[in-house]
DNA sequence: CACTTGACCTGTCCGC
DNA sequence: TGCGGACAGGTCAAGT
């Protein structure tokens, strides 16, 4: 499920790999993935050369020549890979997923500068499965579609993240981005500005706080448990209970959480991968997020899973105990 | 306005 | 082996 240090990781790998080269055509096979794509796309898209891959809160930009954006939101089972003509190639080492896309999750592709003109005709031909062809073929392209050039796969299983094509200009004003908080890694963001933000909110709990992107950008729900872990804060701990040593323990523990993530490339649960199909390592470094059964590392006991604001929440119980009630 | 719940989806897992 | 239901969780709309 990408959260701020997954789609981190996905702008940095797309930065390096899309700018200077020009997106040649589109299909898309599910229309909720890319709403308003019959309209602009001749104009906007098509012919565009991609100058910038930029990031805000969960949010992918990619800025084009002519001044409109593709705006992606991976919400839990985006994935955006790039695949360049290397992988019909022997070996290369994410082949067992980006050497069968499209997949049956694939819901819109780009393609990239020279396709269709460039037919690599030395290549090494890959057996290609027969579900593969088919899904080629779904999308309006030849079973060899495949081997004329550079491509971007918006792949997203359960269908709930989108691609839109917007002015730049306009990009700021779409709701999320009025609404949306600081981004946490940024110097400007402070524990002042911490407290105030978490102000609105201090009659709830302070795992649903953190988790509003209002309050703060970029915080899901491995993040959440794991900062909470870090600062050794219940959970279900109302905002206005927790104390002003622990809101700045909660702080820094959500800035060392999120920026150890990126250093790890992001956590690969489920569905998540980079830009180029590879996995990240963070949860091998997670102390709480999915190890319920498994010993605390800081004090031994049990770790469990419980239930908060809806979510499925992983804690230490003895690490992070709740407020006791006054009566 | 603050807060909660349901909707959007598909794949996986668990109990019967 | 199949089958129903719970669950996974980011955001928005609609509800209290």
Redesign the pocket.
Known sequence: ???LPEVETVKRGLQKLLPGRIISGLSFDWD?SFPNARTDVEQFLIGAKILEVKRR???LLIELSSKYSLVI?????GQLVFVGKERFGAGHPNDSLIGNLPD??TRVIFYLSDYKYNASKSSVKKQRSVQNQERWQSFGETPEADQRGEVLFFND????GWVRLIPTLEVPN???FK??GPEPLSEDFTTADFATRLK??????IK??I?D?TVL??????Y?DEALFTARIHPVTK?KDVSAVKRNRLFLAIKAVLQLSIDKGGSS??NYVNAEGGRGSYLGFAKV?RREGQACERCGHTII?I?V????THICPHCQKPLKEKS
């Open positions: 499920m990408p959260e909720k809160a969960k949010v939101h991976l919400k839990m089972t049956k999750s299983q359960r269908k709930f779409i709701n999320f609404k949306v609105r909110r201090s009659n709830t709990t649903a706080a988790l992107q950008a970029g915080i899901g729900n491995i959440a905002v649960d489920r997020f899973k239930r604001a809806g979510r499925g």
